[in-house]
């Protein structure tokens, strides 16, 4: 698939490990014309940072010129610096495919093999050995990039065909030449925000999914619940018309249509705001996904390295375009909103399990001789703390690094690292409820919700069936969890 001039999130969604990228001819015949700019400025003999200076506070320092390509790999294996967990392979095919499509912008000053092997690289499936930890998400994700840029000259290690082994084998296995780096390039690779972006793509993709499925869940527990629809007329939600707001509210309704239990009388007056206000705050959350997405998509087609060369107009500029603050800080925003998600989440479960109208005691029809769902409740509370744990924003910390050159940084990388984790414990405590609900529901009947809400039942229920008695409920929640995996329109039918 070639690549386009402009991605979105929504267009990174179509591609896999298994969908092969190609850098368009548009894109090529950029990068060629700026290196050749490149070039002959080099052969003028003037002096730019990162190019035949040294890097940070030793920009001072002239390199000759027939130590360039020494510059830039030891560039290249000082900055690979990584420790801690590797980063997941996805999320490394996007580091690829974000920093082929970033260097395609035609302002790198890389020679078109650089960029042409690493589609190779997404293609083959020849993934780097990333890690984690070692980015201050300011000079732009150093570390992580180092690691993902060392196998381009053989070195550095790879995941290919199932295995991990040092890169000079892969490439050697897959038929491959090291490439020699030459000025500017290896600068070119390691600045840019792709670390940091990648993760916050992922999340983003996992956001709208999961942000979807809170609806769902939402609605069948409602109806096992027993809860009003009344809060989710249009009426309420056309005086206060946040867009999430709304659209979470008629969806609701959707979501609701045809529902047996909807019909039955009900004695309360009013539903608790875990119920209620499902529009106003999953809809909140809607809109900080919308927000965020716009960030990333404008970061995701920018220039973030340094300097940038731009040949267009005879100049070579150093700034400070790898700066990770705007991603820094709607990483954390992001992780707010869906960790609320689950916060509301829980709540439902609670009330769920509190033996309230009409249900039994933690939904086990024998309590005493049965814990039934208690302790589910309290694994979807522990998750909901560590995640307001995970929330504190890392944007507004900053550390001085490289002698003071690089005094404010924006920790973007460990926004974008932990708010992975928050949206990986979204949906555990979104599997929780939906365990709960799917019980409750199980309880009233023969009372029936909707049809596309019974179409959710009956998909968990192929994996995940009613507990009469206390059973190992783990793999009850493990599966239910695996559910979310799958986009709730394909069960739903809507």
């Not at 909103?337 to 509190?354: D, F, G």
């Not at 002698?403 to 404010?408: A, C, I, L, T, Y």
């Not at 973007?412 to 409750?440: P, Y």
Request: proline share 5%; aromatic share 6%; net charge negative.
């Amino acid at each position: 698939m070639e690549l386009p001039d402009h991605l979105s999130i929504s267009g990174l969604a179509s591609f896999s490990g298994s969908t092969p990228i190609a850098v368009s001819d548009a894109a090529s015949a950029r990068i060629t014309h700026n290196r050749k700019y490149l070039d002959d400025i080099l052969r003028k003999g003037d002096t730019y940072y990162g190019i035949n200076t040294g890097f940070g506070s030793l920009c001072n320092v002239r390199i000759k010129d027939d130590e360039l390509s020494q510059l830039q790999e030891n560039l290249v294996c000082s900055h690979a610096c990584g420790m801690g967990d590797e980063v997941p392979a996805d999320i490394v095919r996007l580091m690829l495919l974000l920093k082929v499509h970033g260097l395609g912008r035609g302002y790198s000053g890389v020679h078109p093999q650089i960029v042409q092997r690493l589609a190779d690289f997404y293609n083959l499936d020849i993934l780097p050995v990333v890690y984690e930890l070692g980015s201050l998400g300011a000079s732009g994700d150093l570390a992580p990039l180092a690691h993902l840029c060392l196998p381009l000259f053989g070195k550095g290690e790879v995941h290919y065909k199932g295995k991990r082994m040092p890169a000079a084998d892969a490439l050697q296995q897959a038929g491959l030449q090291p490439i020699a780096l030459a000025a500017k390039e290896g600068l070119a690779l390691l600045n840019g925000t792709q670390f940091m972006n990648s993760y916050i793509t992922w999340s983003l993709m996992a956001s709208r999914r999961l942000s979807a499925w809170a609806d769902v869940i939402g609605a069948l527990s409602a109806d096992a619940f027993m809860a009003k629809d009344e809060p989710f007329q249009h009426p309420i939600h056309r005086v206060r018309p946040h867009k999430g707001q709304v659209n979470t509210a008629a969806r609701m309704l959707e979501l609701l249509k045809g529902s047996a239990i909807q019909q039955l009388h009900k004695v309360q007056v009013q539903d608790p705001y875990s119920f209620r206000c499902i529009p106003q705050v999953h809809g909140a959350t809607k809109d900080v996904i919308d927000t965020v997405t716009n960030v990333a998509e404008t970061e995701i087609n920018s220039v973030t390295d340094n300097p940038i060369v731009f040949h267009d107009e005879d100049a070579i500029m150093s700034g400070g375009n790898f700066h990770g603050q705007p991603l820094a800080l709607h990483a954390d925003f992001l992780a707010i909103a869906m960790a609320e998600l689950a916060n509301i989440s829980e709540r439902r479960t609670y009330l769920l399990i509190s033996g309230q109208r009409g249900l039994p005691p933690f939904l086990t029809p024998n309590a005493g001789l049965n814990s039934g769902f208690m302790i589910a409740q309290y694994a979807a509370a522990a998750i909901v703390s560590q995640n307001k744990q995970y929330c504190t924003p890392s944007s507004v910390d900053s550390i001085v690094s490289s002698n003071g050159q690089e005094d404010h940084v924006s920790m973007g990388a460990n926004a974008a690292t932990k708010l992975r984790k928050v949206i990986l414990n979204v949906q555990r405590v979104l599997a929780i409820e939906l365990l709960t609900a799917a019980q409750a529901l199980e309880l009233r009947r023969p009372h029936k919700s909707s049809p596309a809400l019974e179409k959710v039942f009956a998909a968990l229920r192929e994996t995940a069936p009613f507990m009469p008695v206390d059973d190992v409920l783990h793999y009850r929640m493990a599966a239910a969890e695996q559910l979310l995996n799958q986009d709730p329109a394909a069960i739903t039918g809507m």
